[in-house]
């Protein structure tokens, strides 16, 4: 719960804003030009269901168009009004921006709960959404590039690039339109599970930086860390499931919308995973004990918290009880501007938005530069690739005159194909943006946090980019 002195999500971001902007060289014209959000459309439509015509409320924002085409998801949630998307559009900015993604920032929402609908129904109301985005070129693959979102995901994403090619039939960069489309609809290995990857490369480069790592009042690795989660979806879940089945980490406790599960030994994330698919919540999972009160669980002992749902959990009414020493913000916004300060002042790390969740938008990036090179990537080199290593390694073995090992040779024959080459990208992404993120940080007193450092970084490269336009 959010007291009411806490300001809006959309005030939120802006006064993180503005404290970065307070620290760097830049003119008040151009850090209001880039903080205004340049364009709400808002559009209500109709759609018969049930015997009834049934009104809807959707919205696309966009708030930078400093490069084109604009990308940012599209959320299914009753939560979505216009002051979350601008929000979380000003969040692709700044996100893109980071990253080096070469886009704008915008973002979605349609104000429905998908649970209420049947898989059909849901299809209609996509399809018309859709449609009405598309007609005002708020959907175009050179201009504004969706992707999934909360409450949407594959599926949605397969309806709205059906559509689009349908009403744009010759356009032969149709499968652009949107990104995290399924494979077989012109999807890319590695996009559903790529935030969740991307905060298992960030938590990995954050523990590659002994500096920051002792900061945060931690020591060793990821291994033996015990780490909550809050919110199992998609990248709650592959995030849990990475950093438990790769790095030994211990998920201590998960949190959902019905209550928290709770193993200090370690909850098993693919058996948890099937058991919410299943049962809708976590109560009843024998992997570990119940509590209703999933709130209270974000402020028990852990060395690392991973608010993966909602904006906003971390607020003035909790930020002082939260006892984990590291922080990363798997979702958008969870951790507001006041919580912000009284953690950062507790000496709490928290590794921001802007960088942990960027996993989706970078393999979104890979998915649309696919889509406009028509070809899977690997699909020339990879046999190359395989046969120049079967020479080296015989040569190498006629040299020496002894055989190399058979698992060796089965692990350096393979040449990159897709999902390598999507995780190399990515975790090449991840680390790059640390290592700026953190040498920010560390180059001056008045840089107080990572997320300071991020928007500096992230509003330098934005405003440099207005300035090559003449703005
Ligand atoms: N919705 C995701 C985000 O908030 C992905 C956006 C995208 O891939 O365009 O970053």
Redesign the pocket.
Same mark, same amino acid.
């Given at each position: 719960m959010q007291t009411r002195n806490e300001p809006t999500f959309r005030e939120s971001v802006n006064l993180m804003f503005d404290k970065a902007v307070g620290l760097m060289d830049i003119s008040e014209g151009v850090a209001n030009k880039i903080k205004v959000c340049n364009s709400t459309y808002t559009v209500r439509f109709g759609v018969k269901l049930r015997g009834d015509v049934h009104t809807f409320t959707g919205y696309r924002s966009v708030h930078s168009e400093h490069k084109e085409p604009v990308?940012?998801?599209i959320r299914f949630a009753t939560s979505v009004n216009q002051d979350e998307v601008e929000a979380l559009a000003a969040l692709?900015t700044y996100?893109c921006a980071l990253v080096e993604a070469p886009f704008g920032g915008s973002k979605g929402g349609l104000h429905i709960d998908p649970t209420a609908w049947e898989p059909d129904e849901i299809e209609k109301i996509t399809r018309r959404f859709a449609y009405e985005l598309i007609k005002r070129d708020l959907i175009n693959p050179s201009q504004n590039v969706p992707?999934?979102?909360m409450g949407t995901g594959e599926r949605e994403m397969a309806w709205i690039a059906d559509q689009y090619r349908r009403m744009n039939t010759t356009d032969i960069n149709a499968d652009a339109c949107v990104?995290?489309k399924p494979l077989n609809k012109g999807g890319i290995v590695g996009r559903v599970e790529a935030t969740g990857r991307g905060v298992q490369y960030a938590l990995q480069e954050f523990f590659r930086h002994a500096d920051d790592v002792a900061t945060a009042g931690l020591s060793g690795t990821l291994k033996g860390k015990r780490i909550i989660v809050q919110g199992l979806g998609n990248v709650g879940y592959h995030a849990a499931k990475f950093l438990s089945e790769e790095d030994g980490a211990i998920i201590t406790a998960v949190i959902e919308r019905d209550g928290a599960i709770i193993n200090e030994d370690g909850l098993n994330i693919d058996a948890l995973g099937t058991y919410i698919r299943e049962n809708g919540g976590v109560n009843g999972f024998n992997g570990g004990t119940f509590t209703e009160s999933g709130a209270g669980v974000l402020e028990n002992d852990c060395d690392i918290l991973i608010p993966a749902a909602m904006e906003g959990v971390i607020n003035l009414t909790n930020a002082a009880y939260i006892k984990a020493n590291l922080i990363i913000e798997a979702a &958008?916004g969870p951790v507001t501007a006041g919580a912000d300060e009284i953690l950062n002042a507790a000496g709490t790390i928290i590794i921001p938005d802007m960088y942990a &969740?960027a996993g989706?938008?970078t393999v979104?990036y890979f998915e649309w530069v696919k889509n406009l090179s028509h070809i899977r990537f690997g699909r020339m080199q990879r046999r190359q690739q395989e046969s120049s290593n079967h020479l080296l390694i015989d040569e190498l073995e006629r040299l020496v005159g002894k055989p190399v090992s058979e698992d060796f040779k089965t692990k350096f024959f393979q040449g990159a194909g897709e999902l390598e080459l999507v995780r190399s990208g990515l975790e090449d992404t991840m680390r790059t943006a640390y290592q700026q993120m953190h040498d920010t940080w560390r180059s001056r007193d008045d840089i107080d946090s990572l997320r300071t450092a991020a928007y500096v970084l992230a509003l330098t490269k934005v405003a440099e980019s207005y300035r090559a336009l003449g703005i």
């Open positions: 990308k940012g998801g692709m996100k992707a999934p979102d990104t995290g &958008n &969740n989706g938008v979104s």
